[in-house]
């Protein structure tokens, strides 16, 4: 029996090379990287696709979480193979109304840095070709047909025959697309504008900054330091807030000229190059995880935090889980991998995808963020870093509530050492 994904048997002859792998991976970002270099250390042949070229650029705040620190350490990644790695050992937070508090995130350990996209992901996909992935970026999705036993995908000038694909092909999915299963009129939960900059003299050019501003409300702006006074910063927002997207690129000149965000980064700053902007998705608890021989993962899954908007940490757990579960399930059918993966994903993401979402609903409140701030503050210095810890996903957002995720070091692990 032959399923028909997206155009027709014909299309399969517009091909000038035929490659046959174990697995196929659609998409280089993080989520993509991390499962095909997982598969290929397990010993599976794993061709990678991905539209773009390499080095390519990806509009997002480069942030990166403890949660995502550990994924890259499972990757055995070298930070030094990304020129702008920047670790940050704290973070600055402004209420509403105006106070601010800072919060610790030293060691022993790194808990968060901030790594340019442009760069991250180049490493990771540099990364992958050294574990024997065969990497062929520039040739982009096109189409596929399912069978029994395996998946035939045209992509730029390529025929692929696959045992599974591995969807990490962000949040407007080609794969998911194909497979007929996309949301009609979905945007996303968050949509993202960045900048970077240059010349930040304030204490932007070593810390990083959050201000939930009252008229972002529900969402946030940043600043995240890079090497030699440089920045990213960008702002934020929930659709169905108060802000419409529309009205962001007015708003952004505004915020630039806030005295506290000016302070911050000095009077003296430069913006580089244009703004972008980005929608984010946030809905991994009612995302379809798995299809047939087909996983999605990352933006794919709509796998991002929802209260924070970020996803990198999650784009790179949900590609090794996906990696996992097809070498567990091996030879078995592909329901097997499927379940595992499900299940999987459940575990480490619903609980703290529900929690960030009741949280989320009290900080998109004035009053909320006010009083988050406030408790912070007054918390003394073991409550401010633990505070820390938890925001940037040291343990899972809801661990607390989860005791089968229960360990021995609870709150008390290091930090990420990647050198």
């Given at each position: 029996m032959?399923?028909?994904?997206s155009a027709?048997?014909?299309?399969?002859?517009?091909?000038?090379?035929?490659?046959?792998?174990?697995?196929?991976?659609?998409?280089?970002?993080?989520?993509?990287?991390?499962a095909?270099?997982?598969?290929?250390?397990?010993?599976?042949?794993?061709?990678?696709?991905?539209?773009?070229?390499?080095?390519?650029?990806k509009?997002?705040?480069?942030?990166?979480?403890?949660?995502?620190?550990?994924?890259?350490?499972?990757?055995?990644?070298?930070p030094g193979t990304?020129?702008?790695?920047?670790?940050?050992?704290?973070?600055?937070?402004?209420?509403?109304?105006?106070?601010?508090?800072?919060?610790?995130?030293?060691?022993?350990?790194?808990?968060?840095?901030?790594?340019?996209?442009?760069q991250?992901d180049?490493?990771?996909?540099?990364?992958?070709?050294?574990?024997?992935v065969?990497?062929r970026?520039?040739?982009?999705?096109?189409?596929?047909?399912?069978h029994?036993?395996?998946?035939?995908?045209?992509?730029?000038?390529?025929?692929?025959?696959?045992?599974y694909?591995v969807?990490?092909?962000?949040?407007?999915?080609?794969?998911?697309?194909?497979?007929?299963?996309?949301?009609?009129?979905y945007?996303?939960e968050w949509?993202?504008?960045?900048?970077y900059?240059r010349g930040?003299?304030?204490?932007?050019?070593?810390q990083?900054?959050v201000?939930?501003?009252?008229?972002l409300?529900?969402?946030?702006?940043?600043?995240f330091?890079?090497p030699n006074?440089?920045?990213?910063?960008?702002?934020?927002?929930?659709?169905?807030?108060?802000?419409k997207?529309k009205e962001?690129?007015q708003?952004?000149?505004d915020?630039?000229?806030r005295?506290?965000?000016?302070?911050?980064?000095?009077?003296?700053?430069?913006?580089?190059?244009?703004?972008?902007?980005?929608?984010?998705p946030?809905?991994?608890d009612e995302?379809?995880?798995?299809r047939?021989?087909?996983?999605l993962?990352?933006?794919?899954a709509?796998?991002?935090?929802?209260?924070?908007?970020?996803?990198?940490?999650?784009?790179?757990?949900t590609g090794?889980?996906?990696?996992?579960?097809?070498?567990?399930?091996?030879?078995?059918h592909?329901?097997?991998?499927a379940?595992?993966y499900?299940?999987?994903?459940?575990y480490?993401?619903?609980?703290?995808?529900k929690?960030?979402?009741?949280?989320?609903?009290?900080?998109?409140?004035?009053?909320g963020?006010?009083?988050?701030?406030r408790v912070?503050?007054?918390s003394?210095?073991?409550?401010?870093?633990n505070?820390?810890?938890w925001m940037?996903?040291d343990?899972?957002?809801a661990?607390?509530?989860?005791?089968?995720?229960?360990h021995?070091?609870?709150f008390?692990r290091?930090?990420?050492?990647?050198r």
């Amino acid at each position: 029996m032959i399923t028909h994904l997206s155009a027709s048997a014909s299309n399969l002859i517009d091909v000038n090379e035929t490659v046959s792998t174990d697995v196929l991976v659609v998409g280089g970002g993080p989520a993509g990287s991390a499962a095909a270099i997982a598969l290929a250390r397990s010993g599976r042949d794993v061709v990678l696709i991905d539209r773009a070229a390499f080095p390519r650029d990806k509009c997002c705040g480069d942030g990166l979480t403890t949660l995502a620190l550990r994924e890259l350490e499972l990757l055995a990644f070298d930070p030094g193979t990304v020129d702008d790695w920047f670790e940050v050992d704290g973070a600055s937070l402004r209420s509403p109304s105006g106070r601010s508090v800072d919060v610790p995130l030293d060691g022993p350990g790194t808990y968060a840095a901030v790594a340019p996209r442009l760069q991250l992901d180049n490493a990771l996909v540099e990364l992958a070709r050294a574990a024997g992935v065969d990497v062929r970026d520039g040739h982009g999705f096109e189409s596929m047909i399912e069978h029994d036993d395996r998946i035939e995908v045209v992509a730029d000038h390529l025929h692929i025959t696959t045992r599974y694909v591995v969807a990490a092909d962000g949040m407007w999915s080609p794969v998911r697309k194909a497979l007929g299963i996309n949301e009609q009129g979905y945007l996303g939960e968050w949509h993202g504008f960045r900048q970077y900059g240059r010349g930040a003299t304030g204490t932007a050019a070593k810390q990083l900054h959050v201000w939930f501003e009252a008229d972002l409300l529900p969402g946030y702006a940043w600043s995240f330091p890079l090497p030699n006074g440089r920045f990213n910063i960008g702002f934020g927002v929930l659709r169905g807030g108060e802000v419409k997207t529309k009205e962001m690129k007015q708003l952004w000149l505004d915020l630039l000229e806030r005295p506290h965000i000016v302070e911050a980064l000095g009077a003296d700053f430069e913006l580089e190059d244009r703004h972008t902007a980005w929608p984010i998705p946030a809905r991994v608890d009612e995302a379809v995880l798995a299809r047939g021989r087909v996983l999605l993962t990352g933006d794919a899954a709509m796998a991002t935090d929802v209260m924070t908007g970020e996803g990198i940490g999650q784009a790179l757990l949900t590609g090794r889980l996906a990696a996992e579960a097809i070498d567990a399930a091996g030879a078995l059918h592909p329901s097997v991998a499927a379940g595992i993966y499900e299940r999987e994903v459940e575990y480490h993401l619903f609980a703290d995808h529900k929690m960030s979402r009741a949280l989320g609903k009290v900080l998109a409140k004035p009053w909320g963020a006010r009083g988050a701030i406030r408790v912070v503050d007054a918390s003394g210095m073991w409550g401010k870093r633990n505070f820390a810890r938890w925001m940037f996903e040291d343990e899972p957002r809801a661990v607390a509530l989860t005791p089968i995720r229960w360990h021995r070091r609870l709150f008390k692990r290091p930090g990420v050492n990647l050198r």
